[in-house]
């Protein structure tokens, strides 16, 4: 069990985590996720909780932490920072070198063990943080958006990394991307307002996202109307010109106007709001956003099929 509360800083956890799970933690931006994570490690001081109300500092507890910044030694080679963890915790340098190198041969970059961190590409650096993280076997291991810095690629070679050495370990991981979430997480626990509770699997949250801002993460739209939450994918969404009335088999439609356009490679994700706030996602070929001259500020209908909504 995780109980800490830092009203200075506005958090109030009480959150279990099961052995060998990975707890991920989402929710919009300040509101106290990283926060919990260092508090966890011990680099912000809680103004009450921790075992028997004593703090322990970041070197006595037995966690380990990856954020988005890999934050290598400079002077220090590929291996010698990943022995850094062990042999601060009192195995010789022979001892403490040969686990070093069996984690960096774990992620891939044994090969590269006499290298400094200048010489890494990101992605490489971040799979050495990687390797030092878990180098002394932590029994709780933290990741605050450790893919975020990464270039595409990078990223997708980081996740499928992630997700073999993080098996059967217990972690508390903070993402914005729902790859994250379908790719490492056991759990969700939404926090809003300095407030976290486990909301259930991925799986779980998908077909019933408590709110808007998870059903957004998770790639889904949800509307209310008519007393009922509508819940549809944005490949389901079909735009037509304002003024359109008859949708063909669709059933459901709203007009809406464009906030933003992001083009991703052939296929391009419309975001727009409702009249009254509510927002929806498209996911439409580039070829259609061209002949609807779509941009912000358009005005459009957005339809789905009632047949491709999901039950919550």
Not at 185 to 190: G, M, S
Not at 288 to 311: D, F, H, N, W, Y
Request: proline letters at 6%; a neutral charge.
């Amino acid at each position: 069990m995780i109980n800490l509360v830092c009203g200075a800083r506005g958090v109030d956890f009480d959150l279990h985590v099961a052995d060998g799970t990975t707890l991920a933690l989402v929710g919009p931006n300040g509101a106290g996720k990283s926060t919990a994570l260092q508090l966890i490690a011990g680099l912000l001081r809680p103004e009450s909780g921790g075992p028997a109300g004593r703090f322990v500092p970041p070197h006595q507890r037995d966690v380990g932490m990856l954020t988005q910044r890999a934050l290598l030694f400079p002077h220090l080679s590929v291996v010698e920072n990943v022995a850094f963890g062990p042999r601060a915790h009192g195995l010789s340098r022979r001892d403490a070198e040969r686990r070093a190198l069996a984690e960096l041969d774990a992620v891939g970059l044994a090969g590269l063990a006499s290298r400094r961190p200048r010489e890494l590409s990101g992605g490489q650096a971040q799979r050495v943080a990687l390797a030092r993280a878990l180098a002394n076997d932590p029994g709780v291991l933290l990741l605050d958006e450790p893919l975020a810095a990464l270039d595409v690629e990078a990223a997708q070679a980081t996740r499928s990394l992630l997700a073999q050495r993080l098996r059967g370990r217990t972690v508390m991981l903070v993402t914005h991307d729902a790859l994250d979430l379908w790719t490492l997480a056991d759990e969700i626990a939404l926090v809003e307002g300095g407030r976290a509770r486990v909301v259930g699997t991925v799986a779980e949250a998908a077909a019933d996202p408590p709110g808007r801002f998870l059903a957004g993460l998770l790639g889904l739209n949800r509307v209310h109307q008519d007393g009922e939450s509508i819940l549809f994918e944005p490949h389901t969404v079909v735009l037509y010109p304002a003024g359109t009335t008859e949708t063909g088999s669709a059933r459901l439609h709203w007009p809406i106007v464009v906030d933003a356009v992001e083009p991703r490679g052939s296929v391009v994700r419309v975001r727009g709001r409702l009249g009254d706030g509510q927002r929806i996602a498209a996911d439409i070929t580039a070829r259609s956003a061209g002949e609807l001259g779509i941009r912000p500020g358009s005005r459009l209908v957005a339809a789905v099929k009632a047949t491709q909504t999901l039950q919550p």
